[in-house]
């Protein structure tokens, strides 16, 4: 069965560097999943003014406000069947922030939509938000994605929410041959208030086996959403 990512992409797939097009190729039909460690060089915030944007992300697990320097981190991609019956695909980013009493998360589940033609990124712990993801793949074989806009679903509500209350991620993920690793670099930006957040850094990837094991019970979201 094609990853999300391979049906998204189709015969551009082929294009990514190899090593992507393992990480990429996690699924439920698989045999692995993927998780990498690695340490972001540098995670950074925009102006004070961005504060409360970036606390009000913190309280879900989608942004936060710290910035630093030499931050390690794991990124897990697990995949699942979720209560929708749909292939999704875990991308949970932990932090571990020096000042911080706990690691700090981004959480991320992703579904590929028949009807977008595209993958639709859930944020956060309860996915209240949702964005279908643009993908291209480079000339060098590395894969840029960036999110369009984001709609928010809770109960009966459901609206696109307007651009200047939401930031739009733009995300470069390679592989570097000679050092053995991935790198990954992000930017989210505002159209009002300009950059809100980003990080870059790099990280190498175990395959964990998929058989027999059971699926990491903290990488799923509280609360699943049918809406895409």
Not at 41 to 66: C, H, K, M
Not at 87 to 104: A, D, G, H, I
Not at 108 to 119: E, N
Not at 181 to 188: A, P, S, Y
Request: proline share 7%; aromatic share 12%.
């Amino acid at each position: 069965m094609p990853s999300i990512f391979e049906l998204a992409l189709g015969q551009d797939f082929q294009r990514l560097h190899p090593m992507l097009q393992k990480r990429f190729g996690v699924d439920i039909g698989g045999t692995y999943a993927c998780v990498g460690r690695g340490v972001f060089s540098e995670v950074r915030r925009g102006a004070w003014w961005t504060l409360p944007f970036l606390q009000l992300g913190a309280y879900r697990n989608i942004l936060f406000p710290d910035q630093g320097e030499d931050i390690p981190f794991t990124i897990e991609n697990y995949p699942y069947v979720d209560g929708y019956g749909r292939p999704t695909v875990t991308f949970v980013r932990t932090l571990e922030l020096p000042r911080e009493r706990k690691p700090r998360r981004f959480d991320a589940t992703m579904i590929y939509s028949p009807q977008r033609h595209s993958i639709v990124d859930y944020l956060g712990t309860h996915q209240h938000l949702a964005t279908s993801l643009q993908l291209e793949v480079l000339d060098d074989g590395s894969l840029h994605l960036q999110s369009t806009a984001q709609r928010f679903y809770e109960g009966r509500v459901g609206f696109t929410v307007p651009a200047v209350l939401t930031g739009t991620a733009d995300l470069h993920e390679n592989f570097d041959d000679e050092r053995g690793v991935f790198t990954i670099q992000l930017q989210v930006r505002n159209p009002l208030l300009g950059f809100l957040f980003g990080y870059r850094g790099e990280f190498t990837c175990t395959f964990p086996g998929l058989a027999g094991a059971p699926f990491p019970g903290h990488l799923k979201p509280v609360r699943e959403e049918n809406r895409e």
